[in-house]
């Protein structure tokens, strides 16, 4: 890819910009320990970028339990009570290592700035962490039909930012959310100690990260 130019970026919440993927595990602990079931670690891996909705059903198939749909709404919405309790206190110390930095960075040199999550919550956590303002769009699960890897979400806020899938790029968590991006045909940055497969580069947080090591680092992933 020969010319190319990035002119927006799209941060995932949930693990990228927020320090709740935690909050959302020990939420769904909860959740499964009442059929006597642990989430394991790898198992909630794969719920990371995945709605609410579609998180308890997987949950559900993994402890072997059969759930109507009143039950399924039941659950999500409890799952929700839980979660929020948990984010009560939250303020700017639970923003990632070096992101507030890096997205003010970003926006003084000019690009466009959008959230991308799965989270219906996204704009209240946004708001509890004080930074809500700094993005042109939050698109969030309440303005999608389709979880992660469907590209809906980061196509949503691209159209939005009036921009072009491929000068996008996408700072993600999940394995899920790396693959939405790549269906969505953008740049994609994996954030994280875990290794996410087919990202153009990988970074553990946005500690040092700058616009300029970001376009380094993508020319550089396909040259
Ligand atoms: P909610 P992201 C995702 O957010 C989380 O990774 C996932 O764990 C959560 O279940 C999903 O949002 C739905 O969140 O229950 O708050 O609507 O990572 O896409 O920002
Ligand atoms: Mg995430």
Known sequence: MDNFEIKGLIFDLDGVIADTAHLHYKAWCEIGQQWGFNLSISQNEELKGIS?????????NWAG???SEAELEDLAKKKNEKYL??????????ILPGVYDFIITCGKKGFKLAVGSASKNAKII????GIDDL??????GNMVEKSKPDPEVFLKGAEILNLKPNSCVV?????????????????????????LESCN???ENFNGFSPEKLIS???NSFN
């Not at 309790?85 to 639970?94: A, I, P, V």
């Open 135 to 140: 993005f042109s769009i939050i698109v969030d």
């Open 65 to 67: 339990r059969n759930l």
């Open 171 to 195: 700072f993600e968590d999940s394995q899920s959310g790396i693959q939405a991006a790549i269906n969505a045909g953008m740049f994609s940055v994996g954030v994280g100690q875990k290794h």
């Open 52 to 60: 609410r909705k579609d998180s308890i059903i997987k949950i559900a």
């Open 85 to 94: 309790k948990f984010c009560e206190n939250m303020g700017t110390g639970d």
């Open 217 to 219: 680092k993508l020319s």
């Open 201 to 203: 580069h990988m970074i």
């Open 126 to 129: 946004l708001q509890k962490l």
